[in-house]
């Protein structure tokens, strides 16, 4: 079945450290990848996706992605960790095939900033 | 340019009562999502219009969650008897397209608590 797994539910890192977020998927093609980020209280927003080409994809807020065909993976990485950054993560994907652009969440991580 | 627009943003009911939620998406945008997030989970897609047609509707429990988008552009989604079982977010979300990969915006989602 297609599905997708985010492995850490729970991420503390200090500000100013480095962030890596794991996302795999299980899928015979390759889908189309998304990571978004839920602040409290608010809705999605897109930080970043992938469909194809080159496989390390810049987003907004200074996180990129790289996609690892060989690993099913979609890791979500930042250099510096801002406390501006404290949110829920999710890794998102569509899968080809069906009939909708139905997007497949993963359950989150939870990242926490210490200052 | 305007984001998604949801209403209302919190509702407390009563198991076996009636509620409904309404969702104005980005102007010009044809597809619209319906998703449930449950606590602890990533969303998932109750429903997916197509202007004011139903994509993809498998996941609605349609014994007692309606939803409709007369004139294809508000969409209301109802809830009829509810149940304790139905306490999550409800988000909205809208694209220009429904090609895969198409971008989703979403809003900043109803919390529905069933007592």
């Known amino acids: 079945a297609q599905s997708v797994t985010q492995p850490d539910i729970h991420i503390t890192v200090s500000e100013g450290a480095s962030l890596e977020l794991r996302c795999n998927y299980s899928?015979?093609?390759?889908?189309?990848l998304f990571w978004y980020v839920q602040s409290p209280g608010q809705g999605l927003q897109l930080l970043l996706k992938?469909?194809?080409?080159?496989?390390l994809v810049q987003g907004i807020k200074g996180f990129e992605a790289e996609f690892k065909r060989s690993q099913s993976s979609f890791n979500l990485r930042k250099p510096s960790v801002h406390w501006s950054d404290a949110a829920e993560y999710f890794c998102a994907v569509v899968f080809e095939g069906g009939a909708t652009n139905k997007l497949i969440f993963g359950t989150g991580t939870l990242l926490a900033v210490q200052p | 340019e305007a984001g998604v627009a949801q209403s209302p943003r919190y509702k407390i009911i009563e198991k076996r009562q009636s509620v409904a939620f309404w969702c104005n998406p980005i102007?010009?945008?044809?597809?619209l999502y319906w998703y449930q997030q449950i606590l602890g989970q990533g969303p998932k897609l109750l429903i997916q219009f197509q202007n004011n047609g139903v994509v993809d509707d498998s996941q609605l429990p349609k014994d007692r969650f309606s939803a409709e988008r007369l004139k294809g552009v508000d969409s209301t989604l109802k809830i009829q008897p509810a149940k304790l079982e139905d306490s999550a977010v409800y988000l909205c979300?809208?694209?220009?397209?429904?090609?895969?990969?198409?971008?989703?915006?979403f809003g900043p989602g109803t919390r529905l608590l069933v007592l």
């Open positions: 899928y015979g093609a390759t889908p189309y």
């Open positions: 102007s010009g945008h044809a597809t």
């Open positions: 979300a809208s694209s220009l397209l429904r090609s895969y990969g198409e971008t989703q915006y």
């Open positions: 992938y469909f194809s080409g080159d496989t």
